[in-house]
C-alpha cells in the first residue's frame, strides 16, 4: 500500500524503502547493520580515513567505490589544513542525513522539489578542548540549520518536511542524544 | 472441571461490553476477573485520575450515560461504580476472586486454571487490558539507589512522596498531570519531553473529543491507518478530565513553574542525559496539532456548522527554553524522585500459547489472534480503531468480534 504520486520525482525510491521496512520488520537479524571506516595517522593532526564495506542485510556490503578522507585542522591551530576538521565532518554527516531525509520524506508525501539547500554551524568554545575553562565543554554548544527550500507546498508543509526529517535522522539522533563510546588498545 | 462455551478473562469495561454481546446472541460464557468488577480501577489508579474522554462518549453496549453532568470527566471511582452498575445491569456471570494462572490449547478448545478451579471453553477473550505494566526503559538501572522510583501504578497522591524535587520522565497525559499535581503540593518538578500529542481541552467551543469522534478520526479502522505500529504506541494526548484550563501542555506546565527538558536518553555515573531533540520534538506536536485543528475546520464548513462555531483560530506554539539543561546530577540529593510515566504495556505471561512476538507482544488482526482459532483479545490501543483507545470504543468492537465469534462457533459445530 503506497500513496507515492508517479509524477513526483525527487530521485527517491520510497516503494523500495518501504518494502525494505516490511521485509526487515518480517526479518530483524538482517536490519543489524555495522558501519565502518578506518583511519591512518600521516603526520601532526593529518589523518587519512577510508571507508568501503559495511555488515547489513545478513551479510558483507561494498560501496561503490572507496571513499577517502584527509582530516586535519585550520593552520590558525599550527597545522598544516590538509582536509576539513573532524567537527565539520559531524556537521557534513547531520546536514546530508537532514537532506536525504528531506528528499525521502517529500518523495513519500507527494512534494515535488526544485532545489534544497542548506546551511549548517556548530558553535564551540575552543578553550573547552584546550582544557584551559573545566566549565566548558568539548562538544558544540549548540548546531543550527537553515534550510532553503524551493518546492511545490506550503510553509506548513516545508516545516512538517524538515521536523519529519529530523525525526528520522540517524544523526540527528546521534549528535542529539547520548551514545555508549569505547576506545581500545587493540 | 467447569465447561463453557467462552470464557472472558478481565470484568473491566471491554470484559464486560462482551459479556453482553454473548449474551445478545445466547453465547453460554463466564467472566473470570482476579479481583472484583473494574479491579484496576479501584486498585491501580491514582485516586485523582480522571478519564480524559467526557461523560457523553462513555457508553458501553445498551448503556448510555444518564447522568446530570454529561461533559464532565468521571474519576476512577465513578467509572469503578459506573461499571459496577453495568455489571449488574447486564446480569454479568462474573467470577470475582479468580486469576487466571494459565491458559493452553487443550482438545475442543482452551484450559484454563484460575486457583484451584479448572475451565474448559471453546473460545477464550482476553480482556485483561493494556496497562497491566509500567514500560519502563532500560536506561532506569542508572538511577542512583538513593533515589527513589516510581510507577503510576504504585504512585497516590503527592504527600506519599518523600521531600525534594520529583523528575517525572514521560509528556504523555499521564506524566503532565501528575506533573501538575506534584508541583501543586510546593516540590520542584522536572518533566523530561519525548514525542508528546498536543491538544487543547476544548477548540471552537466543542470538547476535543467531540471534534475527534464528529470528524471521524476515532472511527479509522486499523487495516487503514497509515503506520499502525506508530498509531498503537502513540503517547496519551497531554489532557486531563480535571478542572483547568485550555491546555495541559508543555507551555502550561513552564507556567506552573515546571521546568522541562529533553527526552532522557541516558543515566552514565547517576547523571542523567537529556536529548537535545526538544525543539523538534515540540514542533512536531504544534505541526500535528494544527493539522487535526485544520482537518475540524474543514469537517465544519462541510457540515455547515461555522454559523453556530465560533470562528476557527490557531494557538500560540510551544516554547522551548534554550537555556533547558542537557544533563542533571542525580547523586546531588535535590531529586529525590524519579517517577516513570512512560506508559503502560499488557501482560500476557499467564498464556501458555506462543502467540507473542519477538518483542512480547501478543500478535493478534483486529482481535482476532491468527494462528489460534477461538482465541480473541480486547481493550488494546487501536484494536479496531483508533477508538479501541478509550472505552466507548468496546461497543463497535465487541459487535465485530462477538461475530467473528459466533460464525467460529457455527463452522465447528
Redesign the interface.
Known amino acids: 500500500m503506497t500513496i507515492t504520486d508517479p509524477t513526483v520525482n525527487n530521485g527517491v525510491n520510497v516503494d523500495a524503502l518501504l518494502g525494505a521496512r516490511d521485509a526487515l520488520s518480517a526479518t530483524?537479524e538482517a536490519a543489524e547493520f555495522t558501519w565502518r571506516a578506518s583511519c591512518t595517522w600521516r603526520n601532526g593532526t593529518h589523518s587519512h580515513s577510508t571507508v568501503s564495506g559495511f555488515t547489513g542485510l545478513g551479510g558483507e556490503q561494498q560501496h561503490r567505490i572507496t571513499y577517502e578522507y584527509d582530516v586535519d585542522h585550520p593552520e590558525c591551530f599550527a597545522s598544516e589544513d590538509n582536509g576539513a576538521t573532524p567537527v565539520e565532518f559531524v556537521l557534513v554527516g547531520l546536514v546530508g542525513c537532514l537532506t536525504a531525509g528531506v528528499a525521502a520524506v517529500a518523495q513519500y508525501r507527494g512534494i515535488q522539489l526544485r532545489s534544497v539547500t542548506a546551511a549548517i554551524e556548530g558553535q564551540m568554545n575552543v578553550l573547552g578542548i584546550l582544557g584551559a575553562d573545566p566549565d566548558i565543554r568539548n562538544g558544540f554548544e549548540?548546531v543550527t540549520v537553515r534550510f532553503t527550500i524551493d518546492a511545490d507546498a506550503s510553509r506548513?508543509e516545508l516545516?512538517?518536511l524538515i521536523?519529519?526529517s529530523?525525526?528520522r535522522s540517524a544523526v540527528?539522533?546521534v549528535?542529539?542524544?547520548?551514545t555508549?563510546v569505547l576506545v581500545e588498545l587493540a | 472441571m467447569i465447561q463453557t462455551t467462552a470464557v472472558i478473562i478481565g470484568a473491566g469495561h471491554a470484559g464486560l461490553a462482551m459479556s453482553r454481546r454473548l449474551t445478545e446472541r445466547s453465547i453460554d460464557h463466564i467472566v473470570l476477573e482476579r479481583g472484583e468488577v473494574a479491579n484496576s480501577w479501584r486498585t491501580e489508579r491514582w485516586p485523582s485520575l480522571r478519564l480524559l474522554t467526557p461523560n457523553w462518549q462513555t457508553r458501553l453496549p445498551g448503556h448510555a450515560y444518564g447522568g446530570d453532568d454529561p461533559d464532565g470527566f468521571m474519576t476512577a471511582a465513578d467509572v469503578a461504580s459506573t461499571l459496577t452498575r453495568y455489571a449488574r445491569f447486564i446480569s454479568a456471570p462474573v467470577r470475582a476472586e479468580a486469576t487466571v494462572q494459565s491458559v493452553r490449547v487443550a482438545p475442543g478448545g482452551f484450559q484454563l486454571r484460575a486457583g484451584d478451579d479448572l475451565f474448559c471453553a471453546r473460545v477464550v477473550v482476553v480482556a485483561t487490558g493494556a496497562c497491566n505494566l509500567p514500560a519502563i526503559p532500560a536506561v532506569a538501572e542508572g538511577v542512583p539507589a538513593s533515589v527513589t522510583t516510581l510507577s503510576p501504578l504504585s504512585y497516590r497522591d503527592p504527600d506519599h512522596l518523600p521531600d525534594g524535587e520529583v523528575l517525572i520522565v514521560g509528556a504523555s497525559a499521564t506524566g503532565v498531570q501528575l506533573a501538575t499535581e506534584i508541583r501543586r503540593s510546593g516540590r520542584p518538578v522536572t518533566l523530561s519531553a519525548g514525542e508528546h500529542v498536543r491538544l487543547p481541552r476544548s477548540y471552537r467551543g466543542r470538547d476535543i473529543f467531540w471534534w475527534l469522534e464528529a470528524t471521524g478520526l476515532l472511527a479509522e479502522r486499523y487495516d487503514q491507518v497509515d503506520d499502525l505500529i506508530r498509531a498503537r504506541h502513540l503517547p496519551s494526548p497531554q489532557l486531563t478530565g480535571a478542572p483547568g484550563g485550555t491546555f495541559s501542555d508543555l507551555n502550561s506546565l513552564v507556567t506552573q513553574g515546571i521546568r522541562i527538558v529533553g527526552r532522557l536518553g541516558r543515566i552514565a555515573d547517576g547523571i542523567a542525559q537529556f536529548s537535545g531533540s526538544l525543539a523538534n520534538i515540540c514542533a512536531l506536536a504544534d505541526l500535528k496539532m494544527n493539522r487535526f485543528l485544520t482537518r475540524a475546520d474543514e469537517f465544519a464548513t462541510a457540515s455547515g456548522l461555522d454559523r453556530d462555531l465560533p470562528p476557527p483560530h490557531r494557538f500560540a506554539p510551544t516554547r522551548v527554553d534554550p537555556r533547558a539543561p542537557l544533563q542533571i546530577d542525580l547523586t546531588t540529593g535535590e531529586i529525590t524522585t524519579v517517577l516513570w510515566a512512560t506508559g503502560f504495556r499488557p501482560d500476557h505471561s499467564w498464556l501458555d500459547i506462543p502467540v507473542r512476538d519477538r518483542t512480547g507482544r501478543l500478535h493478534h488482526d483486529g482481535g482476532v489472534v491468527p494462528g489460534t482459532p477461538g482465541l480473541y483479545v480486547l481493550g488494546l490501543p487501536v484494536l479496531r480503531t483508533r477508538a479501541s483507545t478509550y472505552i466507548h470504543g468496546a461497543t463497535a468492537d465487541t459487535e465485530a468480534l462477538a461475530d467473528h465469534l459466533q460464525c467460529f462457533l457455527s463452522q465447528r459445530r
Do not use: I, L, Y
Open positions: 530483524p549548540a506548513d516545516e512538517a521536523a519529519q529530523q525525526k540527528f539522533d549528535v542529539t542524544n547520548p555508549k
